[in-house]
């Protein structure tokens, strides 16, 4: 293939050597990557169009030993006779290894902090074992047709204690998942001739019930293309509609409520609406990345660099039929990023090996980034001394305190102490207990699933708040109970797969609208008893899909 176009008539071109190994791909903004191979096709080296490269180094088998980043930074690999790697180190010297029986099975790997992890199977080559590090064991049993059927769990305390527990996986004669039962509860799940999932029904056990588990049922429904149409769960049912392409058109909310989406081409996202009200109207690139996106009276703008990342932001209070007049190519970006039209702004840059290295944001100022050699972040300046942050870790990326040598490396991944903070663990892993200070301490307790299901915060004695969670079949947070200080605070949550969708809570509620295809928040829709029309607020993240600023629709 030399070229391909889509739907909406932008091209991608392609090229070949002449053994047909390809050598370069040019998108359809003229953004061109070049791969230097050898005679047999070994990719040597790749150039990208912001001008760095990455090279790589094989041994005779064809197999990767060596890859070299933007910065000139070097991971190897050292592999043993059969090609399986024996050990890596990375550009900071420190290494893992792994190690394997005659079976050619991992059967241990040692981390940066030379603690190992130990695995063992049985004849048919299935895990049977699993010994970690902080000493917690997990075991796993399999019927004859090779689906696994139990996982008992050993866990060990700081005194040494080592209970069990165990959860069993019943199956039918095709291996599908009839029934999960532990400690807490019993589900069972029912499917269509079609092998879909049509129920969860979850039962729960005396034990379950302390810790504030609930029965409940979770229905789902399908179209004959087998498109979710329905879920219906105790928080409420949605039904999803589809176009053609099998892009959602419209999601019906429990409140009767319809979210729409608009689609251009072959499913890119070019509105969003609610029963109609404008939420967010979306121009793109000729990659069909999002450029422009109205929030409310702010346009939001987005450019890219050659790679692909985010280079700058910025939501104004000019018309959008004028941003096209203002985003000239000629003119350097920065000049219409920092317009005084613009109440948000903020730019990126990025080093060689595609870190982060700079931002330069209207309200937050100038932050630069430091990394050491294997890409950990080594300090955070601002300019500003309350602010600037500098990290410190073992072998084994665990942060570790400055100026004490106390503890000098976690070998258990279980940390201890940072800063004024003291950490305790259950013995299977999960943190119970945080001592801030001497004053003020926190505890959490978690079901057999290792999910939180109540914290408690202590001040000088005493109990300052309380807070009680609950969980559906899917291990979604469904609600919350708060005590602060004497007063009550009621939460619940509704999702649309694993995106909270939904927060309810007596006399209000939020609905939660997120940019295409991601976790990353747009806006929310704020509902209140006895108020005639909503309020919507929009969401500005940063290339990390972190929210850094809140505006109102009004702004």
Known sequence: MQRFQDCSGKSTYYRYDERHHLVAVTDALNNTTTL?????GEVLRINHPDGTSETFTYNELGQVLTHTDGKGQ?????????????????AKGQTITYEYDKAIRLVALTNENDATYNFAYDDADRLIEEKRIDNLTRRFSYNLGGHLTQVEEIGYGEKGEQPRRSTHLERDPIGRLLAKLNDDARQDYAYDDGDRLLSIE?????????LGITAEKIDFAYDLLGRLVKETTPQGALAYEYDPLSN???????TGQHLNHLYYGSGHLHQLNLDGQLISDMERDDLHREIYRTQGKLTSCFGYDSMGRKAWQYATTLPAEKLSQIQNPLIKPERYVEHAYNPIHRRYEYDPAGELSRTLDKLRGETQYEYEANGQLLARNTGRVVDGEEFRYDAAANRL????????????NRLK??????????????LIEKVVGIVRWQTFTYDCENRLVKTETIADTQVESTSSYQYDSLGRRVAKQSEIKGHTDHKRFLWQGLRMLREE?????????YEPGSYAPLARVDEKEGEVENRVYYFHTDQHLTIRITTSAAV
């Open 74 to 90: 070097t991971t190897q690999l050292l592999r043993n006779g059969r090609g399986l790697p024996k050990w890596r180190q990375d």
């Open 401 to 412: 305190n400055f100026n004490t040598s106390r503890f000098d490396h976690v070998k258990d």
């Open 202 to 210: 979850r039962k729960p056990t005396d034990t379950g019930r302390k």
């Open 505 to 513: 809570s007596p006399g209000q509620s939020s609905l939660y609208l």
């Open 248 to 254: 959602l058109t419209t999601l019906t909310l429990p």
């Open 417 to 430: 102490q940072w800063a004024n903070h003291e950490y305790k663990y259950d013995v299977w892993g999960n």
């Open 36 to 40: 230097e191979r050898k005679p047999d």
